[in-house]
């Protein structure tokens, strides 16, 4: 029998041993569906990079500005960052409690009542989470068994595809098409069947910026309980609506607040992305069974950012209209500079991102275009079919995404470079 520590002496005495093993490692796992979920793993098996990071390392190489990922250039609130400071300071740098802490429960059950008139109880109805990605996961992978199906709009948040198929699930879609880019609902009557076990709806949607109005919504609720699926709404641009549009949660219509996940954060309402201070507010049931799953992902997370993001969740009414009309004003002169180059541009009703057309300008395959828009004019997108799964791609093919939560000056200067497009 061979053994380690034969060999160990056979190799003994040599300067240059021979390599002791030459097995090729398996790297087998559930990484490959969720990479395939998330459609960044080639029919070879090849693992792609995301066309995000391709992008971003293109913005860096190039010196264009990326307006590529959704990140705001500009911190949150000085006062809720010196919340944290302060936090720190004081000593909340342990453990907190598995469902976050009190005070951060406490705000988000205050701010869910005053913006939706809903009333939570904050110690079983509501769980603090790193970021709603966190809170994405732990649903999906706490209420999913395999072969369970999740129907969700497409293009679609990556993290969706991902977290389905880790999860071992079947990912359903229904298309939001151009040029509005909203549901077509018979189509969504067909997706939902005895199968669904999650309808997960966006909204406002990342990444066309679509806001569902309340004639979805209750078709929403409506196929939930005629299938008894449960819903699962992300809300994490809750407040980043524009034009008088209402963002209605889904979990405010009749009959669906017992069967509804609502998933929001402090990343984007406060331009803190990267503080991952997020939550979920659900009936105690479900709050329970996701809460015995996300306890294996982070366990906790965010000790001294929880308070900070309790301030920002109290600031007055004021503070959250700003944000969303700063935002808009920033939408309208992304919007006109991308006009004005030859796009065809969509109108976001939220979130951060507009979609604009580069078939007028004589492009038809965005990929491409998004390679060479650098190039041409010193701006980075990301094409809308990175959104998109392989077979649905021919109706996304010419579409970029823009992100306009940057300084006014960026998109300024975006805006001009962009009209190098028409020379
Ligand atoms: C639709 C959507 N959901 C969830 C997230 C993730 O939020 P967080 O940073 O709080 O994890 C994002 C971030 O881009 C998003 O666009």
Same mark, same amino acid.
């Given at each position: 029998?061979?053994?380690?520590?034969?060999?160990?002496?056979? $190799?003994?005495?040599?300067?240059?041993? %021979?390599?002791?093993?030459?097995?090729?490692?398996?790297?087998?796992?559930?990484?490959?569906?969720?990479?395939?979920?998330?459609?960044?793993?080639?029919?070879?098996?090849?693992?792609?990079?995301?066309?995000?990071?391709?992008?971003?390392?293109?913005?860096?190489?190039?010196?264009?500005?990326?307006?590529?990922?959704?990140?705001?250039?500009?911190?949150?609130?000085?006062?809720?960052?010196?919340?944290?400071?302060?936090?720190?300071?004081?000593?909340?740098?342990?453990?907190?409690?598995?469902?976050?802490?009190?005070?951060?429960?406490?705000?988000?059950?205050?701010?869910?009542?005053?913006?939706?008139?809903?009333?939570? #109880?904050?110690?079983?109805?509501?769980?603090?989470?790193?970021?709603?990605?966190?809170?994405?996961?732990? $649903?999906?992978?706490?209420?999913?068994?395999?072969?369970?199906?999740?129907?969700?709009?497409?293009?679609?948040?990556?993290?969706?595809?991902?977290? &389905?198929?880790?999860?071992?699930?079947?990912?359903?879609?229904?298309?939001?098409?151009?040029?509005?880019?909203?549901? #077509?609902?018979?189509?969504?009557?067909?997706?939902?069947?005895?199968?669904?076990?999650? &309808?997960?709806?966006?909204?406002?949607?990342?990444?066309?910026?679509?806001?569902?109005?309340?004639?979805?919504?209750?078709?929403?609720?409506?196929?939930?309980?005629?299938?008894?699926?449960?819903?699962?709404?992300?809300?994490?641009? %809750?407040?980043?609506?524009? #034009?008088?549009?209402?963002?209605?949660?889904?979990?405010?219509?009749?009959?669906?607040?017992?069967?509804?996940?609502?998933?929001?954060?402090?990343?984007?309402?406060?331009?803190?992305?990267?503080?991952?201070?997020?939550?979920?507010?659900?009936?105690?049931?479900?709050?329970?069974?996701?809460?015995?799953?996300?306890?294996?992902? $982070?366990?906790?997370?965010?000790?001294?950012?929880?308070?900070?993001?309790?301030?920002?969740?109290?600031?007055?009414?004021?503070?959250?209209?700003?944000?969303?009309?700063?935002?808009?004003?920033?939408?309208?002169?992304?919007?006109?500079?991308?006009?004005?180059?030859?796009?065809?541009?969509?109108?976001?009703?939220?979130?951060?991102?507009?979609?604009?057309?580069?078939?007028?300008?004589?492009?038809?395959?965005?990929?491409?275009?998004?390679?060479?828009?650098?190039?041409?004019?010193?701006?980075?997108?990301?094409?809308?079919?990175?959104?998109?799964?392989?077979?649905?791609?021919?109706?996304?093919?010419?579409?970029?995404?823009?992100?306009?939560?940057?300084?006014?000056?960026?998109?300024?200067?975006?805006?001009?470079?962009?009209?190098?497009?028409?020379?």
């Amino acid at each position: 029998m061979t053994t380690a520590a034969h060999q160990v002496g056979r $190799t003994q005495g040599k300067l240059h041993p %021979e390599p002791r093993y030459r097995d090729p490692m398996t790297v087998s796992g559930a990484w490959a569906r969720a990479a395939r979920g998330a459609m960044l793993l080639a029919d070879d098996g090849a693992l792609r990079p995301t066309i995000f990071a391709e992008m971003t390392a293109l913005a860096a190489s190039t010196g264009a500005i990326n307006l590529g990922q959704g990140f705001p250039d500009e911190d949150g609130p000085q006062q809720v960052r010196d919340a944290a400071k302060l936090a720190i300071d004081s000593g909340a740098n342990q453990y907190p409690p598995g469902r976050g802490i009190p005070e951060l429960r406490e705000a988000i059950a205050r701010h869910q009542h005053r913006f939706y008139g809903l009333e939570l #109880d904050a110690d079983r109805e509501v769980l603090v989470t790193a970021g709603a990605t966190e809170a994405i996961a732990a $649903t999906l992978l706490g209420l999913l068994e395999p072969g369970d199906e999740v129907v969700t709009f497409e293009p679609f948040y990556d993290s969706y595809g991902a977290m &389905i198929a880790l999860a071992g699930g079947v990912h359903v879609t229904v298309p939001l098409r151009a040029p509005d880019f909203t549901p #077509d609902l018979d189509e969504l009557r067909d997706a939902v069947t005895s199968r669904t076990r999650i &309808i997960l709806i966006n909204s406002p949607h990342n990444p066309t910026g679509t806001v569902l109005d309340r004639s979805t919504l209750e078709l929403v609720v409506e196929l939930a309980h005629q299938h008894d699926a449960i819903i699962v709404a992300d809300e994490v641009y %809750e407040h980043l609506t524009f #034009d008088g549009v209402e963002h209605i949660p889904v979990s405010s219509l009749p009959g669906a607040r017992e069967r509804t996940v609502t998933i929001s954060s402090g990343a984007k309402t406060f331009s803190l992305t990267g503080w991952k201070i997020g939550w979920l507010i659900a009936p105690r049931e479900l709050v329970d069974a996701i809460l015995s799953v996300k306890q294996f992902l $982070t366990y906790v997370n965010g000790a001294p950012f929880q308070p900070a993001i309790a301030l920002g969740l109290s600031f007055p009414d004021s503070f959250f209209a700003d944000a969303a009309s700063t935002l808009a004003t920033k939408r309208d002169l992304l919007g006109a500079g991308l006009r004005r180059a030859g796009f065809e541009v969509s109108r976001p009703s939220g979130s951060y991102f507009i979609l604009a057309d580069a078939a007028p300008l004589g492009f038809d395959d965005a990929v491409e275009f998004c390679r060479r828009l650098p190039e041409l004019a010193g701006v980075v997108g990301i094409p809308l079919t990175a959104f998109v799964r392989p077979e649905r791609h021919a109706a996304f093919r010419s579409l970029v995404r823009f992100a306009f939560c940057k300084r006014t000056d960026v998109l300024e200067r975006a805006a001009v470079q962009l009209a190098d497009l028409r020379r």
